[in-house]
């Protein structure tokens, strides 16, 4: 802090500079992780980057029922959901920190 309160524009511009570079880090970081989401003890795989796009999906022959789609189905959303919420913890690992460090509501 200035004399007579205000604070120092300087060193607040420096403090913003950082934080932005920190977070531009901890996004590449995100978009490079992989995180694998399974269901049915491995017969289904998702895998996901720490920004949640689907990079891809593993079915095990075994998992495959003509007469039984609907597992499958209940399958790969159960892998889909796992590998998401994966995502979210890296995000929040990651990301909350820079976020709180930033005062803005919402974050």
């Known amino acids: 802090m200035r004399p007579g309160g205000q604070p120092n524009l300087q060193q607040l511009m420096k403090q ?3 934080m932005q570079q ?3 880090a901890a996004q590449a970081e995100l978009a490079e992780t992989e995180l694998t989401g399974t269901a049915g ?3 289904v795989t998702v895998t996901v980057t720490g920004t949640g ?3 891809a999906v593993k079915i095990d022959p075994k998992a495959v029922d003509p007469d039984d789609v609907e597992t499958l189905e ?3 959303l159960a892998a889909l959901h796992n590998a998401a919420e994966q995502a979210r913890e890296l995000t929040e690992e990651k990301m909350g920190p820079l976020a709180g460090g930033l005062g803005l509501p919402g974050m």
Do not use: R, S
Request: charged residues 20%; hydrophobic residues 45%.
């Open 53 to 55: 796009e689907v990079t």
């Open 16 to 18: 913003a500079q950082k």
């Open 74 to 76: 209940d399958l790969v």
């Open 41 to 43: 003890g491995g017969l």
């Open 22 to 24: 920190q977070m531009a």
